[in-house]
Protein backbone atom coordinates (compact mmCIF):
# COMPACT_ATOMS: atom_id res chain seq x y z
CA UNK A 1 0.00 0.00 0.00
CA UNK A 2 1.56 3.24 -1.07
CA UNK A 3 -1.33 5.60 -0.68
CA UNK A 4 -1.25 9.37 0.77
CA UNK A 5 -4.43 10.75 0.76
CA UNK A 6 -5.15 14.59 1.10
CA UNK A 7 -7.98 16.42 2.00
CA UNK A 8 -10.14 18.51 0.25
CA UNK A 9 -9.62 17.99 -3.02
CA UNK A 10 -10.68 21.16 -4.17
CA UNK A 11 -11.04 24.64 -2.03
CA UNK A 12 -11.40 28.12 -3.34
CA UNK A 13 -11.10 30.81 -0.89
CA UNK A 14 -10.90 34.30 -0.52
CA UNK A 15 -7.63 36.65 0.67
CA UNK A 16 -9.32 36.87 4.31
CA UNK A 17 -10.13 33.98 4.59
CA UNK A 18 -8.39 31.09 7.16
CA UNK A 19 -8.22 27.65 6.08
CA UNK A 20 -6.21 24.17 6.23
CA UNK A 21 -4.94 20.89 3.94
CA UNK A 22 -4.48 17.91 5.69
CA UNK A 23 -2.67 14.89 4.48
CA UNK A 24 -2.76 11.50 5.51
CA UNK A 25 -0.17 8.33 5.23
CA UNK A 26 0.23 5.22 6.94
CA UNK A 27 3.09 3.63 5.53
CA UNK A 28 4.86 4.33 8.69
CA UNK A 29 6.87 6.84 6.79
CA UNK A 30 8.90 9.16 8.90
CA UNK A 31 9.56 11.97 6.47
CA UNK A 32 6.77 13.94 4.64
CA UNK A 33 6.76 17.00 2.30
CA UNK A 34 4.34 20.04 0.96
CA UNK A 35 4.82 20.98 -3.20
CA UNK A 36 3.63 23.69 -5.06
CA UNK A 37 2.76 23.19 -8.45
CA UNK A 38 1.46 25.91 -11.49
CA UNK A 39 -0.16 24.50 -13.96
CA UNK A 40 2.71 23.00 -16.75
CA UNK A 41 5.41 23.37 -14.52
CA UNK A 42 6.86 20.70 -12.09
CA UNK A 43 6.34 20.50 -8.39
CA UNK A 44 8.27 22.84 -6.17
CA UNK A 45 9.34 21.68 -2.80
CA UNK A 46 8.16 24.08 0.48
CA UNK A 47 8.44 21.96 3.34
CA UNK A 48 9.89 19.17 4.53
CA UNK A 49 9.47 17.08 8.04
CA UNK A 50 11.53 14.28 9.10
CA UNK A 51 10.46 13.27 12.86
CA UNK A 52 7.16 15.18 12.88
CA UNK A 53 10.27 17.93 13.07
CA UNK A 54 10.53 20.75 10.16
CA UNK A 55 14.13 20.14 8.76
CA UNK A 56 13.80 22.41 5.37
CA UNK A 57 11.92 25.65 4.62
CA UNK A 58 12.30 26.68 0.88
CA UNK A 59 11.91 30.09 2.00
CA UNK A 60 8.02 30.20 1.88
CA UNK A 61 6.22 33.13 3.07
CA UNK A 62 4.60 33.01 5.95
CA UNK A 63 1.09 33.14 4.82
CA UNK A 64 1.55 29.29 4.24
CA UNK A 65 2.01 27.89 8.44
CA UNK A 66 2.51 23.76 7.92
CA UNK A 67 1.94 21.21 11.33
CA UNK A 68 2.99 18.18 11.63
CA UNK A 69 0.82 16.76 14.24
CA UNK A 70 2.04 13.23 14.69
CA UNK A 71 3.84 10.33 12.68
CA UNK A 72 0.89 10.07 10.20
CA UNK A 73 -0.54 13.76 9.81
CA UNK A 74 0.40 16.81 7.82
CA UNK A 75 -1.41 20.15 7.62
CA UNK A 76 -0.70 23.35 5.87
CA UNK A 77 -2.25 26.31 7.57
CA UNK A 78 -3.45 28.95 5.09
CA UNK A 79 -3.81 32.67 5.89
CA UNK A 80 -4.02 35.61 3.79
CA UNK A 81 -3.40 33.99 0.63
CA UNK A 82 -2.71 36.06 -2.62
CA UNK A 83 -4.54 34.72 -5.58
CA UNK A 84 -0.97 34.36 -7.06
CA UNK A 85 -0.85 31.32 -4.84
CA UNK A 86 -3.42 29.49 -6.21
CA UNK A 87 -1.66 26.09 -7.76
CA UNK A 88 -1.89 22.23 -7.12
CA UNK A 89 -0.94 21.28 -3.87
CA UNK A 90 0.91 18.08 -2.97
CA UNK A 91 1.72 15.77 -0.14
CA UNK A 92 4.29 13.51 -0.01
CA UNK A 93 5.95 10.89 1.94
CA UNK A 94 8.62 8.63 2.42
CA UNK A 95 11.27 6.14 4.68
CA UNK A 96 13.85 7.82 5.72
CA UNK A 97 15.66 4.39 7.21
CA UNK A 98 17.61 3.81 4.37
CA UNK A 99 18.86 4.50 1.23
CA UNK A 100 17.49 3.57 -1.97
CA UNK A 101 14.09 2.98 -2.84
CA UNK A 102 13.25 3.19 0.86
CA UNK A 103 13.57 6.83 0.30
CA UNK A 104 11.23 7.04 -2.94
CA UNK A 105 8.62 9.69 -1.93
CA UNK A 106 4.68 8.57 -2.44
CA UNK A 107 2.74 11.58 -3.59
CA UNK A 108 -0.96 12.00 -2.30
CA UNK A 109 -3.57 13.06 -5.08
CA UNK A 110 -3.50 17.33 -4.36
CA UNK A 111 -5.49 19.79 -3.56
CA UNK A 112 -6.59 22.36 -6.21
CA UNK A 113 -6.49 25.43 -4.70
CA UNK A 114 -7.68 28.87 -6.26
CA UNK A 115 -7.97 32.45 -4.19
CA UNK A 116 -10.25 34.68 -5.07
CA UNK B 1 19.78 27.46 -12.66
CA UNK B 2 17.62 24.47 -13.42
CA UNK B 3 19.57 21.55 -12.40
CA UNK B 4 17.46 18.99 -13.86
CA UNK B 5 16.06 19.20 -18.01
CA UNK B 6 13.89 17.47 -20.00
CA UNK B 7 14.35 19.62 -23.11
CA UNK B 8 10.80 18.05 -24.91
CA UNK B 9 8.19 19.39 -23.78
CA UNK B 10 5.96 16.73 -25.42
CA UNK B 11 6.32 13.54 -27.84
CA UNK B 12 4.37 11.58 -30.13
CA UNK B 13 4.52 8.16 -30.70
CA UNK B 14 2.37 5.03 -32.30
CA UNK B 15 0.91 2.53 -30.12
CA UNK B 16 3.26 -0.50 -30.14
CA UNK B 17 6.74 1.32 -30.45
CA UNK B 18 8.82 2.45 -28.20
CA UNK B 19 8.66 5.79 -26.23
CA UNK B 20 12.30 7.22 -25.22
CA UNK B 21 11.91 10.05 -22.75
CA UNK B 22 15.37 12.17 -21.74
CA UNK B 23 16.88 14.37 -18.74
CA UNK B 24 20.04 15.78 -17.92
CA UNK B 25 21.08 17.20 -14.76
CA UNK B 26 23.94 19.26 -13.89
CA UNK B 27 24.75 18.69 -10.30
CA UNK B 28 27.03 15.45 -9.36
CA UNK B 29 25.56 15.65 -5.82
CA UNK B 30 22.42 14.08 -7.13
CA UNK B 31 22.85 10.30 -5.77
CA UNK B 32 19.11 9.25 -6.97
CA UNK B 33 17.13 9.37 -10.02
CA UNK B 34 13.13 8.68 -10.35
CA UNK B 35 11.03 8.71 -13.08
CA UNK B 36 7.35 9.55 -12.42
CA UNK B 37 4.04 9.89 -14.31
CA UNK B 38 1.68 12.37 -14.07
CA UNK B 39 -1.70 12.51 -14.90
CA UNK B 40 -3.82 15.92 -15.09
CA UNK B 41 -5.50 17.13 -11.45
CA UNK B 42 -3.64 13.76 -9.85
CA UNK B 43 -0.64 13.67 -8.01
CA UNK B 44 2.68 11.63 -10.02
CA UNK B 45 2.62 8.61 -9.41
CA UNK B 46 6.34 7.07 -8.80
CA UNK B 47 7.26 4.45 -11.46
CA UNK B 48 10.66 3.28 -11.49
CA UNK B 49 14.40 4.72 -9.93
CA UNK B 50 17.80 4.17 -10.65
CA UNK B 51 21.06 4.54 -7.79
CA UNK B 52 24.14 6.45 -9.38
CA UNK B 53 26.28 3.70 -8.88
CA UNK B 54 24.27 1.32 -11.49
CA UNK B 55 23.80 1.95 -15.05
CA UNK B 56 20.55 0.22 -16.26
CA UNK B 57 17.10 -0.74 -14.04
CA UNK B 58 14.43 -2.44 -15.83
CA UNK B 59 11.02 -3.20 -14.70
CA UNK B 60 8.64 -4.58 -16.65
CA UNK B 61 7.68 -2.13 -19.99
CA UNK B 62 10.21 0.66 -18.17
CA UNK B 63 13.69 0.51 -18.33
CA UNK B 64 15.74 3.31 -17.32
CA UNK B 65 19.32 3.98 -18.21
CA UNK B 66 21.61 6.13 -16.66
CA UNK B 67 25.20 7.55 -18.02
CA UNK B 68 26.62 9.14 -15.33
CA UNK B 69 29.56 10.75 -17.95
CA UNK B 70 27.45 12.16 -19.61
CA UNK B 71 24.89 13.41 -16.55
CA UNK B 72 22.47 12.25 -19.01
CA UNK B 73 19.25 9.28 -18.22
CA UNK B 74 16.51 8.49 -20.05
CA UNK B 75 13.42 6.34 -19.93
CA UNK B 76 12.40 3.79 -21.94
CA UNK B 77 8.67 2.47 -22.44
CA UNK B 78 8.09 -0.77 -25.11
CA UNK B 79 5.66 -0.96 -26.26
CA UNK B 80 4.37 1.97 -25.64
CA UNK B 81 0.05 1.99 -24.71
CA UNK B 82 -2.35 4.85 -24.89
CA UNK B 83 -2.82 4.23 -21.20
CA UNK B 84 1.09 5.70 -21.14
CA UNK B 85 0.08 9.37 -22.39
CA UNK B 86 0.59 11.32 -19.53
CA UNK B 87 3.31 13.87 -18.35
CA UNK B 88 6.64 12.34 -17.35
CA UNK B 89 8.94 14.14 -14.88
CA UNK B 90 12.61 13.22 -14.30
CA UNK B 91 13.34 13.68 -10.96
CA UNK B 92 17.04 14.06 -8.71
CA UNK B 93 17.63 13.16 -5.19
CA UNK B 94 20.21 14.97 -3.41
CA UNK B 95 20.84 15.89 0.70
CA UNK B 96 22.10 13.87 3.57
CA UNK B 97 20.41 12.77 6.66
CA UNK B 98 16.71 11.43 7.05
CA UNK B 99 14.93 13.50 4.37
CA UNK B 100 15.91 14.56 0.97
CA UNK B 101 14.91 16.40 -1.48
CA UNK B 102 13.75 16.13 -4.73
CA UNK B 103 14.28 18.19 -7.75
CA UNK B 104 12.18 18.15 -10.70
CA UNK B 105 12.55 18.66 -14.09
CA UNK B 106 10.01 20.78 -16.54
CA UNK B 107 7.98 17.15 -17.34
CA UNK B 108 7.61 15.63 -21.16
CA UNK B 109 3.74 15.03 -22.29
CA UNK B 110 3.71 11.90 -24.15
CA UNK B 111 1.14 11.44 -26.03
CA UNK B 112 0.64 7.48 -27.64
CA UNK B 113 -1.30 7.66 -30.48
CA UNK B 114 -3.42 4.44 -31.07
Known amino acids: DTEVTQTPKHLVMGMTNKKSLKCEQH?????MYWYKQKAKKPPELMFV???????INESVPSRFSPECPNSSLLNLHLHALQPEDSALYLC???????????????FGPGTRLTVL | DQQVKQNSPSLSVQEGRISILNCDYT??????FLWYKKYPAEGPTFLIS?????DKNEDGRFTVFLNKSAKHLSLHIVPSQPGDSAVYFC?????????????FGSGTQLTVLP
Open chain 1, 49 to 55: YSYEKLS
Open chain 2, 91 to 103: AARRGSGSARQLT
Open chain 1, 27 to 31: MGHRA
Open chain 2, 50 to 54: ISSIK
Open chain 2, 27 to 32: NSMFDY
Open chain 1, 92 to 106: ASSQTSGRGRTDTQY
